[in-house]
């Protein structure tokens, strides 16, 4: 199984970037996809998730300016991040929930500088 994350980097406020997980290898139903982070000094945090029919849900500090979305053909997920703030700042974490167990990528650096 792997799960392969770009997109991070550095940006400033009020930018723009767009985060991609491709997974692969995964023989198990896949029932949701999406985001965690971790800034520094805090405990990791659901940013976003999808699940296979298609609803989303948000943590309220992204709402209105992340949107996730999946392709289920490319079993890939995306998190496109706007009008980012410093406070996003943190480590993504790409998440792949199936019906036996969960997956997770190496994560990526996102930094928002002020």
């Known amino acids: 199984v792997q799960l392969?994350?770009?997109?991070?980097g550095?940006?400033?406020a009020?930018?723009?970037l767009r985060l991609s997980c491709a997974a692969s290898g995964?023989?198990?139903r896949i029932d949701s996809m999406g985001w965690y982070r971790r800034a520094p000094g805090k405990q990791r945090e659901l940013v976003a998730r999808i699940v296979s029919g298609g609803s989303t849900n948000y943590v309220d500090s992204v709402k209105g300016r992340f949107t996730i979305s999946r392709d289920n053909a490319k079993n890939t997920?995306?998190?496109q991040m706007?009008?980012?703030k410093p406070e996003d700042t943190a480590v993504y974490y790409c998440n792949?929930?199936?019906v036996v167990q969960a997956y997770w990528g190496q994560g990526t650096q996102v930094t928002v500088s002020s």
């Open 4 to 8: 392969v994350e770009s997109g991070g």
């Open 10 to 12: 550095l940006v400033q």
């Open 14 to 16: 009020g930018g723009s």
């Open 26 to 28: 995964i023989g198990w």
């Open 77 to 79: 997920v995306y998190l």
């Open 82 to 84: 706007n009008s980012l």
């Open 96 to 98: 792949v929930d199936t």
